[in-house]
């Protein structure tokens, strides 16, 4: 490469940094994506690292591009390598082959033999000695302004998200980052500047989208126990319910948690807590009692690898049977699972506003790609309409002989007092009961609380919220969650090659709006399921609860690798031919 290449910017770029404990591989990702933002690009880091949770190698994969970046590519344009100490532990989540460039600095030891076996091009460059030459300059710094010029992004950008990334650390650390930025940038084969487009986005995370998500839903309660990939999420909630006048309460366990959150929305504050799936497996009964006692909270499920302590660091779709039917007894709940970091903002907000509503426990779907990953999106649109719950007030019941908070009402939802208003003092517990909430054994007010639990969230008209649905072809992609950036990008790819596909990511997976999907699946002959674990959970979950055209069948595998566009596209492809119309014969 020449020290002005005139190759034009490639429509996304690819970029993996990886290095042993405190190397900087993760803040050097973060600075790359604030620069992108800055020079007017969208862009998506994912982090990863080793089985130990914490400190050891790990590696931030940066794509970015003119247009939002949901998923990852099917290959890394640029390996930045700050060391090579035990990158093999996850070198195949860093696909390599003969157009890519690995940059390194022969100082900090030979590339690894399957690195080379990639034929990916070697570029030598003395970063650790540029460094050195800077009074406190770090390897990570000169790094990435070398890879910055190698990408074609403006070094002003760089060195201004460093200042910002690193000056709360003192003047002397972000001015040693700043120069070696510079000493990299100027060392480095540079790409023409290139700059995207103007206009406000935002860089955030999934869990950062959660949260303000939870607040504009007018949640103001949060109890929770840190867990891993959920904890970042408590991290923001901490201070940005402070500012609005809500509390935080880190409880002693999950079951905890889940138990003070039931009791502050039966106080009448929209509560949540959030957890992983090991914590939602322990908060299964307090869940079963929100169900029983008509009480709205929400769930924030960060999903990861399974089962048990599993891999608590990487991305798995594997607690959606869990979240669906994993409570005992015939017991309705909301499942909302967003389908990109921006959708956790979007459908966190109406998992609120769905709970308080429908008076009933929703059980959001993130994972670790999207909780703990940033992505520089577009300005969220402004908050709706905080939720609110249908409420009894003392006028309700002036001329009641007794209220009835369990009243069996056409639409299923009754109203809920807050306690201390007179006259609506009532019982809840998890026993089943009467309209006037007495517990009772009689198999009457069993059925008829059974069907008013269940009719609430079966009637309730949930809108087009319910799913994406795009395209009309006869031949149908459905998947969930973070698999949706890979699966709509590949459905383009595919589209491109000449074979059309309609595509559904399901957003509300309980109740599954049968009707709904029906019509969208309206002549369609064939279904492919898409998503990541090991056993086509959604898959199963949909031919029990509806008539799928044709033989539906599935794709699937269990993380940590994430499924890609291009094996995804070839898939569909060969899909797609295998169910081809065939000729009428005379």
């Known amino acids: 490469m020449s020290k002005e290449s005139s190759t034009a910017q490639p429509t996304r770029l690819s970029i993996a940094i990886t290095g042993s404990g405190g190397s900087g591989a993760v803040i050097s990702g973060s600075i790359l994506l604030a620069a992108v933002d800055r020079a007017g690009f969208y862009g998506l880091m994912t982090r990863s690292a080793g089985p130990q949770i914490r400190g050891g190698e790990s590696a931030a994969m940066v794509r970015f591009g003119p247009s939002p970046v949901t998923c990852l590519d099917d290959r890394f344009d640029i390996l930045v390598g700050l060391d090579w100490h035990n990158i093999g532990r996850f070198l195949d989540e860093i696909p390599l082959d003969g157009r890519s460039l690995v940059l390194t600095d022969p100082a900090e030891g030979a590339v690894p033999p399957e690195i080379l076996a990639t034929g990916a091009l070697i570029l030598e460059l003395p970063l650790k000695t540029l460094a050195a030459a800077i009074p406190g300059g770090r390897l990570n710094m000169a790094a990435l302004g070398?890879?910055?010029?190698?990408?074609?992004?403006?070094?002003?950008?760089?060195?201004?998200?460093?200042?910002?990334?690193?000056?709360?650390?003192?003047?002397?650390?972000?001015?040693?980052?700043?120069?070696?930025?510079?000493?990299?940038?100027?060392?480095?084969?540079?790409?023409?500047?290139?700059?995207?487009?103007?206009?406000?986005?935002?860089?955030?995370?999934?869990?950062?989208?959660?949260?303000?998500?939870?607040?504009?839903?007018?949640v103001r309660f949060v109890a929770a126990y840190p867990i891993t990939p959920a904890t970042e999420l408590l991290e923001w909630m901490a201070p940005a319910l402070t500012r609005v006048g809500g509390t935080l309460l880190q409880a002693e366990d999950e079951l905890a948690s889940v138990n003070m959150i039931i009791g502050a929305s039966y106080g009448g504050v929209p509560s949540l807590t959030a957890t992983a799936g090991p914590g939602l497996a322990l908060m299964t009964e307090g869940i079963g009692l929100a169900v029983a006692a008509e009480v709205p909270i929400v769930v924030v499920d960060v999903m990861r690898g399974g089962p048990s302590?599993?891999?608590?660091?990487?991305?798995?779709?594997?607690?959606?049977?869990?979240?669906?039917?994993?409570?005992?007894?015939?017991?309705?709940?909301?499942?909302?699972?967003?389908?990109?970091?921006?959708?956790?903002?979007?459908?966190?907000?109406?998992?609120?506003?769905?709970?308080?509503?429908?008076?009933?426990?929703?059980?959001?779907?993130?994972?670790?790609?999207?909780?703990?990953?940033?992505?520089?999106?577009?300005?969220?649109?402004?908050?709706?309409?905080?939720?609110?719950?249908?409420?009894?007030?003392?006028?309700?019941?002036?001329?009641?002989?007794?209220?009835?908070?369990?009243?069996?009402?056409?639409?299923?939802?009754?109203?809920?007092?807050?306690?201390?208003?007179?006259?609506?003092?009532?019982?809840?517990?998890?026993?089943?009961?009467?309209?006037r909430g007495i517990p009772s054994s009689q198999s009457a007010d069993h059925r008829k609380q059974l069907d008013k639990r269940q009719r609430k969230l079966d009637r309730h008209d949930y809108g087009p919220q319910w799913a994406d649905v795009e395209g009309d072809a006869d031949l149908a992609v459905i998947t969930f969650g973070s698999t949706t950036g890979a699966v709509r990008e590949a459905v383009a790819r595919a589209a491109v090659q000449g074979v059309a596909l309609r595509l559904l990511s399901l957003r509300l997976l309980a109740p599954l709006r049968t009707e709904s999907l029906a019509e969208a699946l309206r002549g369609v002959r064939q279904v492919l399921v898409v998503e990541q674990n090991h056993g086509g959970q959604l898959l199963r979950y949909l031919r029990s609860r509806a008539d799928l055209p044709g033989r539906a069948s599935g794709l699937h595998r269990p993380g940590p690798l994430p499924l890609r566009p291009g094996e995804l596209c070839a898939a569909f492809v060969d899909w797609v031919a295998a169910h081809a119309p065939q000729e009428a014969t005379a």
């Open 146 to 218: 070398a890879v910055g010029a190698i990408a074609g992004l403006p070094r002003e950008a760089l060195e201004a998200e460093a200042r910002v990334a690193l000056g709360k650390k003192g003047e002397s650390l972000a001015a040693a980052a700043v120069a070696c930025i510079h000493a990299g940038y100027a060392a480095a084969p540079a790409r023409a500047i290139a700059t995207g487009a103007t206009g406000e986005r935002w860089n955030l995370s999934g869990n950062e989208a959660s949260g303000l998500g939870a607040l504009r839903g007018g």
């Open 309 to 435: 302590t599993g891999i608590p660091a990487k991305s798995e779709q594997s607690d959606l049977s869990f979240a669906v039917d994993g409570l005992h007894g015939d017991a309705p709940r909301l499942v909302v699972a967003p389908n990109s970091i921006a959708d956790c903002l979007a459908a966190t907000e109406w998992a609120v506003q769905l709970a308080e509503t429908l008076q009933a426990p929703a059980i959001v779907l993130s994972d670790q790609f999207m909780g703990q990953s940033r992505a520089v999106i577009d300005r969220p649109a402004q908050a709706g309409v905080a939720a609110t719950r249908l409420t009894a007030s003392a006028a309700d019941t002036v001329d009641a002989p007794a209220y009835q908070r369990y009243l069996d009402t056409a639409s299923g939802i009754s109203p809920m007092a807050v306690p201390g208003t007179p006259g609506t003092v009532y019982t809840a517990d998890g026993l089943e009961h009467s309209e």
